[in-house]
């Protein structure tokens, strides 16, 4: 299906977007969409005839546990909703821990990459399978950007791209900024990822923006896109004309104006890359499998998993063969988006607390993982503040206690309490 040129759809723009020219489709996270109606921006587009694509981000498709069943029909409603031509996710990880690796439920609130090894691309196959079987419309599949890299590596981001579609028939959502990202951070040639995916399955591309601070890149979402990022899209174009290709942005919104110079810039890339020699180079073979494999794949990524996200958000040993100092970014990185979330969806608490908000939610965020989401967190955070007799301010410390009893009832557990539930979710493994 030819999607043409699009732009993610956020509440923050809605009006923008209506107006944008050209506009042929739009990309929605699922996730902020109910499964029953749809925004009245949402709904005006679609009688245009506007094409709108649901794009999860919390399946965690790369996970070694299988698929949540509540989170795939979640997706599938949403897709019937919007009668969309297809649904959009990520091959990457979101939480670990659980059952697998009898340890405590652990949650990134970030997309993590996972190893690019043979364990880990059987578990993703069999949980793309198992989407695809509960979903009503095809499933893509996107390339991650990421700060770190896993040790002992057995296949290049091209390699385990082909043998996922060659072995799941799903398609891909190729990110041309998470390549440049990858470039930057990872020292991996976009040309040569491009050279060994199959560029065929491609169902569309996103573009967007970061920024490069201390030799990382950023991938922000909330920068105008670069002109490496451009560069690469140019590549892609060069190898095939892709169905659709998407703008996006999720912070930091810029006026209508820029936005639609973006799309301006994105079109012309296109149309010089077309208008050139096409590049055409023999895919490489594809890696050949190891002649012994053993069982137990999805306990050994579970272990994995576990052990490098419990040193990203709560502070435990970093895992043999990882960077330090990138482990470092990638967790200080973490922190600042859960801050960053949990003041979106609890606002009243940056209100209450003012400048002080992010320092006291990064205190308490450096060894307490998340594992119940961004609101619960919110909730865990306040009664953290209040149980420590915090904040100073009597006023403030009222205006809270009153955010929190209006949320979770009754009155902040004592200290004593607190400690209490602790150890008992210790020894229980939650």
């Known amino acids: 299906m030819k999607l043409g040129i699009g732009i993610g759809w956020r509440p923050e723009i809605a009006d923008a977007v209506e107006a944008l020219p050209g506009i042929d489709w739009v990309e929605a996270v699922s996730e902020n969409l109910c499964t029953d109606h749809l925004p009245e921006s ?133 990110d041309v900024a998470n390549l440049h990202t990858n470039h930057v951070n990872r020292g991996e040639d976009p040309a040569t990822a491009l050279d060994e995916l199959p560029v065929e399955a491609i169902a569309y591309v996103h573009v967007a923006g970061g920024v490069e601070k201390d030799g990382v890149w950023h991938d922000t979402h909330a920068h105008p896109v670069t002109r490496p990022v451009l560069d690469v899209l140019s590549g892609l174009r060069s190898r095939v004309d892709p169905p659709g290709v998407l703008l996006e942005r999720d912070d930091d919104f810029p006026p209508a104006e820029e936005l639609a110079g973006e799309l301006a810039a994105i079109r012309s890339t296109l149309a010089v890359a077309a208008s050139g ?62 801050a960053d979330v949990v003041a979106k969806v609890a606002p009243e608490l940056p209100g209450i607390l003012g400048d002080g908000y992010r320092k006291a939610f990064l205190a308490y965020a450096r060894n307490r993982p998340m594992s119940g989401g961004y609101r619960r967190d919110a909730l865990a955070f306040a009664e953290l503040l209040l149980v420590e007799g915090r904040p100073d301010d009597e006023a403030a410390r009222r205006r809270l206690t009153l955010w929190w009893q209006d949320r979770a009832g009754s009155r902040p557990p004592r200290r004593a309490t607190r400690l209490v539930r602790s150890a008992r979710a210790a020894l229980l493994g939650k």
């Open 277 to 338: 020699p096409r590049t055409v180079r023999p895919r490489p073979a594809l890696a050949p499998e190891p002649s012994s494999r053993t069982a137990g794949g999805r306990e050994r990524t579970a272990v994995a998993q576990t052990a490098l996200l419990s040193a990203l958000v709560a502070g435990t040993p970093a895992p043999d063969g990882f960077d330090h100092r990138r482990l470092g970014v990638q967790s200080h990185a973490l922190a600042a988006k859960r």
């Open 42 to 174: 949402l709904v005006r587009l679609r009688e245009r005839g506007v094409t709108v694509v649901p794009h999860g981000v919390s399946l965690g498709l790369g996970g070694a546990e299988r698929p949540d069943p509540g989170r795939l029909a979640g997706l599938a409603a949403r897709a019937g909703l919007l009668g969309a031509p297809l649904v959009t996710e990520h091959m990457a990880f979101v939480r670990a821990g659980g059952p697998l690796s009898a340890s405590q439920p652990l949650e990134a609130g970030h997309l993590l990459p996972v190893p690019r090894t043979w364990d880990a691309l059987d578990v993703l196959c069999e949980n793309v399978r198992i989407a695809q079987d509960s979903l009503p419309v095809p499933l893509a599949l996107e390339n991650i950007a990421a700060l770190i890299s896993w040790p002992g590596e057995e296949l290049t981001e091209g390699q385990f791209l082909a043998e996922l579609v060659e072995r799941t028939g799903v398609r891909l959502l190729i």
